[in-house]
């Protein structure tokens, strides 16, 4: 049902190094999410973003960033990966012209930092 | 204070017995909806159920139904005639707001064990 990608699906780098994780999707969504989620823990939102040019932090503190140049792509850049960035991050999106909103998401890219 | 609260981290249920994930909502908006997400070990988020908050009938979708009890604040997803492949980690989530930009909110999440 859901088309939203996330590539890569596991990516295991050095410290230091920088990384993009993408996620586009094809469903037209003026909104777009990136969380956080450690295993079997819940999950905290790190960016959003309104639609194109608009992008926001949100309520987990992150040193990644985020761009929305096109509304189909929204990738999140982190630009010297550490070990305490350990995580799974899950891209999602939500569009509010219909009356029931909900996120839809990707698959997820487990990052691993050495 | 917690805007979802899931306080049963794991639960295991008999296969082909039904079973109830709690889930209680904290929110002062009157416009809100509730959601259940499904999460298999492969780690992707699978949409469940959708309760709006102005609903006068308790949502169901196949197996699953949300039992909802707006004055208790309460939005329990019962899954009926579990089957093995249902063992996953299930989250509540609340969207919060009508306009501009709505505020999803997670719980921690509750791990459920089908046994044969």
């Known amino acids: 049902e859901a088309d939203i990608y996330q590539t890569p699906r596991y990516l295991v780098i050095g410290t230091g190094k920088k990384i993009t994780l993408e996620c586009s999707q094809t469903?037209?969504?003026?909104?777009m999410y990136w969380y956080q989620q450690d295993p079997g823990m819940e999950l905290h939102l790190i960016h959003y973003?309104?639609?194109?040019?608009?992008?926001e932090k949100g309520d987990l503190s992150s040193e990644s960033t985020v761009s929305r140049i096109r509304t189909e792509h929204f990738p999140l850049t982190l630009e010297s990966a550490r070990p305490s960035h350990t995580s799974q991050y899950l891209c999602?999106?939500?569009?509010?012209?219909?009356?029931?909103?909900?996120?839809?998401f990707g698959s997820g890219t487990q990052l691993s930092v050495l | 204070a917690q805007k979802i609260t899931q306080t049963q981290p794991g639960m295991f249920v008999q296969e082909k017995e039904a079973v109830t994930l709690d889930c209680t909502y904290d929110t002062s908006d009157p416009s809100y909806g509730l959601f259940w997400y499904k999460q298999p070990s492969s780690g992707e988020m699978i949409f469940l159920i959708y309760q709006g908050s102005y609903d006068q009938q308790n949502a169901t979708e196949g197996r699953y139904s949300l039992n909802f009890q707006k004055a208790r604040k309460s939005a329990n997803l019962v899954i009926s005639a579990s089957q093995l492949g249902d063992s996953a980690m299930y989250f509540c989530a609340m969207r919060e707001g009508s306009y501009n930009f709505n505020k999803f909110y997670f719980g921690s999440g509750t791990k459920l064990n089908v046994k044969p």
């Open positions: 973003s309104y639609g194109v040019n608009s992008t």
């Open positions: 469903m037209g969504h003026d909104k």
């Open positions: 999602a999106s939500s569009e509010s012209r219909t009356g029931l909103e909900k996120l839809f």
